[in-house]
Each structure stands twice: as structure tokens, then as C-alpha cells.
């Protein structure tokens, strides 16, 4: 049997596993990629300058900004998967240079998986992604910002709280909400992520970027947007959300994390244009839905056990 070290057994990323400086030493990267890894696993995120071309940037807010209004504050002010439609916003998320520092990152094939373009800036409060998308193993997920234009102290920049991402991944159960499909209970968990923020000392950092700059940072990473000071001034920008092969995915604000009934995600893999399988470990897990969950049913998991569930589940019976 191949000896193998308990770093490289922990099903985690490695640049964020607690042997994050043992396995540095066994990856065989440049100069350059240790300093994006090491950076990463300290601060929680990295920054690419210069990665996109301004010509494709051109083209993209060329082609989507008849779908937002004029002035700040009006409907919509985001989109979320318009590279259903458009072709510039689909290239903007599968860029190969991207895709490379993410599989350094990961050591997995990154899977783009949703799409949200901004003209102007969010003025978001704090919160980490992996509230919305999560997966297992944990982890395997990551946000990247592209700077469509420069961002200033005045278009609201985001802000993110540096070495955060090491904190561990708060969902609704965790802090005694229930797991609803709606936002009704969304401005509790944000309550508590800056309450937690201060509490434990983090010291919220703005970051101001330049048109083709990218941003990658971790699922777990607390970050937002600051207020709008200047006006009626624009910040485009497109926030591409990766997971990446080999895991399950689902949604936790939407899963009964005490029954560890999961809302399993339908994920398509923008760059290719296909339903990702969910699996665990490396094989393949099938998904059935029943109108509130998607239940898996993986090679441990077999139908007659997943039926007896449903039943306790959907009409409050004891099993067989």
C-alpha cells in the first residue's frame, strides 16, 4: 500500500489544511505560484493583477448594460446567470489563466458554476459564501471578482476581513435559525457575522482594484460592500462562484443541517455547458428530489433505506 501522510489523506483543500507548510514543501510549483499559495492560506485570498483582457471587459458591459437602470438604488441591481445569454459574460468565467491558479489552489479541475454581474456596487454587509454554497467534502469552493472598471473609496469597493476564512463555517442551525426558502431570516445571520467579526477581533479592510484585476478568495472568507459615497457612480464587475470536481454540492441556508437533509445543487459547469455528477470520494452519487430536498443515493446508500427516510420525513412516521 502507497504510504501516504495523514496531511495528504485530510479530505480538505490543501492550501487550506492545518499541514498547509508540509505539503507546500511536496508541491512542485514556481517562485510565484508558492508565494499565491502561502498568501492564500495566510490571508484567505490572492490578487492577479492585469488577468483579464480590457477588450473582452469592453465587450461585456457593451453587451449586458441595456439590462440595468440608470441610477443607483433601482431594480435590478444584479443579475445572477446571465451567461445563459450572453457570450462575453460566459468567456469573462472560464478564463484558462484562471482556471490554472485554481487548480494549483485545489489540486481539483474547477468547475465555474454561477454567474453575478453588478453595474454598481453592492453595499453588501459582511457575510461568507459558504452560508449560500457549500459542499463535501468542505471547502472545495471559492469566489472570483473581476474589476470591470477601477474601484475608488467612492463606488463602493468590497471589504473583506483578512484570515477570517480560518474561522469555522457558520450555517443556520449553527446559530439557532431555521433553514427556510426565503430571505426572512438572511439579516439575523448577517447580524451575527459582524457581531462575531468584532468580537473576535477582526479588523475589516478595504480593497481597490483596477479594471482586469482579478480577486480569488476563500468559500469562508467574510467580505461585502462598502457604501456608495460618490453619487451616481458605477462599479462594474462580475463575481463567477467555482466548486470544484469531485465533491457534493448543496445549498446550507436551504438544508436541514440537524437531519442532515442537504439541498442538493443542480450544478452546470458554465465553462462546458454540462450537469455536473455529485460525488463522494470519487464515486458517483445519484440524487433523487422531493420537492423540498434532494436526497443522495450514493453506493452506501441504498433505495430501500433512502424510502424508509422520506417516509419519516414526509409524513412524521416511524420507520418499518
Same mark, same amino acid.
Given at each position: 500500500?502507497?504510504?501516504?501522510?495523514?496531511?495528504?489523506?485530510?479530505?480538505?483543500?490543501?492550501?487550506?489544511?492545518?499541514?498547509?507548510?508540509?505539503?507546500?514543501q511536496?508541491?512542485?510549483?514556481?517562485?510565484?505560484?508558492?508565494?499565491?499559495?502561502?498568501?492564500?492560506?495566510?490571508?484567505?485570498?490572492?490578487?492577479?493583477?492585469?488577468?483579464?483582457?480590457? !477588450?473582452?471587459?469592453?465587450?461585456?458591459?457593451?453587451?449586458i448594460?441595456?439590462?440595468?437602470?440608470?441610477?443607483?438604488? !433601482?431594480?435590478?441591481?444584479?443579475h445572477?446567470d446571465?451567461?445563459?445569454?450572453y457570450?462575453?459574460?460566459?468567456?469573462?468565467?472560464?478564463?484558462?489563466?484562471i482556471?490554472?491558479?485554481?487548480?494549483?489552489?485545489?489540486?481539483? !479541475?474547477?468547475?465555474?458554476?454561477q454567474?453575478?454581474?453588478?453595474?454598481?456596487?453592492?453595499?453588501? +454587509?459582511?457575510?461568507?459564501?459558504?452560508?449560500?454554497?457549500?459542499?463535501?467534502?468542505?471547502?472545495?469552493?471559492?469566489?472570483?471578482?473581476?474589476?470591470?472598471?477601477?474601484?475608488?473609496?467612492?463606488?463602493?469597493?468590497?471589504?473583506?476581513?483578512?484570515?477570517?476564512?480560518?474561522?469555522?463555517?457558520?450555517?443556520?442551525?449553527?446559530?439557532?435559525?431555521e433553514?427556510?426558502?426565503?430571505?426572512?431570516?438572511?439579516?439575523?445571520? !448577517?447580524?451575527?457575522?459582524?457581531?462575531?467579526?468584532?468580537?473576535?477581533?477582526?479588523?475589516?479592510k478595504?480593497?481597490?482594484?483596477?479594471?482586469?484585476?482579478?480577486?480569488?478568495?476563500?468559500?469562508?472568507?467574510?467580505?461585502?460592500?462598502?457604501?456608495?459615497t460618490?453619487?451616481?457612480?458605477? +462599479?462594474?464587475?462580475?463575481?463567477?462562484?467555482?466548486?470544484?470536481?469531485?465533491?457534493?454540492?448543496?445549498?446550507?441556508?436551504?438544508?436541514?443541517?440537524?437531519?442532515?437533509?442537504l439541498?442538493?445543487?443542480?450544478v452546470?459547469n458554465?465553462?462546458?455547458?454540462?450537469?455536473?455528477?455529485?460525488s463522494?470520494?470519487?464515486?458517483?452519487?445519484?440524487?433523487?428530489?422531493?420537492?423540498?430536498?434532494?436526497?443522495?443515493v450514493?453506493?452506501?446508500?441504498?433505495?430501500?433505506?433512502?424510502?424508509?427516510?422520506?417516509v419519516?420525513?414526509?409524513?412524521?412516521?416511524?420507520?418499518?
Amino acid at each position: 500500500m502507497k504510504n501516504i501522510s495523514v496531511a495528504q489523506r485530510m479530505n480538505l483543500p490543501w492550501v487550506e489544511s492545518p499541514f498547509f507548510n508540509d505539503l507546500l514543501q511536496k508541491h512542485n510549483l514556481t517562485p510565484e505560484q508558492r508565494e499565491l499559495a502561502t498568501h492564500y492560506n495566510r490571508e484567505g485570498f490572492i490578487v492577479l493583477p492585469q488577468q483579464v483582457s480590457h !477588450e473582452l471587459i469592453d465587450r461585456a458591459i457593451e453587451e449586458i448594460k441595456g439590462e440595468y437602470p440608470d441610477k443607483v438604488g !433601482e431594480e435590478p441591481s444584479r443579475h445572477q446567470d446571465i451567461w445563459k445569454r450572453y457570450g462575453t459574460v460566459r468567456e469573462l468565467a472560464s478564463q484558462p489563466a484562471i482556471f490554472d491558479v485554481l487548480r494549483m489552489l485545489y489540486d481539483r !479541475e474547477p468547475i465555474p458554476f454561477q454567474t453575478l454581474n453588478f453595474k454598481f456596487g453592492t453595499q453588501q +454587509r459582511a457575510h461568507s459564501d459558504s452560508i449560500h454554497f457549500s459542499c463535501t467534502p468542505a471547502r472545495f469552493m471559492c469566489g472570483v471578482w473581476v474589476a470591470l472598471e477601477e474601484t475608488s473609496a467612492t463606488n463602493g469597493p468590497l471589504f473583506y476581513y483578512p484570515r477570517s476564512h480560518r474561522q469555522e463555517e457558520f450555517n443556520y442551525f449553527d446559530l439557532g435559525i431555521e433553514a427556510r426558502g426565503n430571505y426572512e431570516e438572511y439579516p439575523n445571520y !448577517e447580524d451575527f457575522v459582524e457581531e462575531f467579526m468584532a468580537a473576535k477581533g477582526y479588523e475589516r479592510k478595504e480593497i481597490h482594484m483596477k479594471k482586469g484585476d482579478v480577486l480569488i478568495w476563500s468559500s469562508n472568507l467574510i467580505h461585502g460592500g462598502m457604501p456608495i459615497t460618490g453619487g451616481n457612480v458605477t +462599479r462594474w464587475s462580475q463575481v463567477t462562484h467555482y466548486y470544484f470536481e469531485g465533491c457534493m454540492y448543496y445549498s446550507p441556508r436551504f438544508s436541514d443541517m440537524f437531519s442532515k437533509n442537504l439541498n442538493l445543487r443542480h450544478v452546470i459547469n458554465i465553462a462546458t455547458g454540462k450537469v455536473v455528477q455529485h460525488s463522494e470520494n470519487g464515486k458517483p452519487i445519484e440524487t433523487i428530489n422531493t420537492g423540498n430536498f434532494r436526497y443522495a443515493v450514493s453506493h452506501n446508500f441504498t433505495l430501500p433505506v433512502l424510502v424508509k427516510e422520506l417516509v419519516k420525513k414526509l409524513i412524521g412516521k416511524k420507520p418499518f
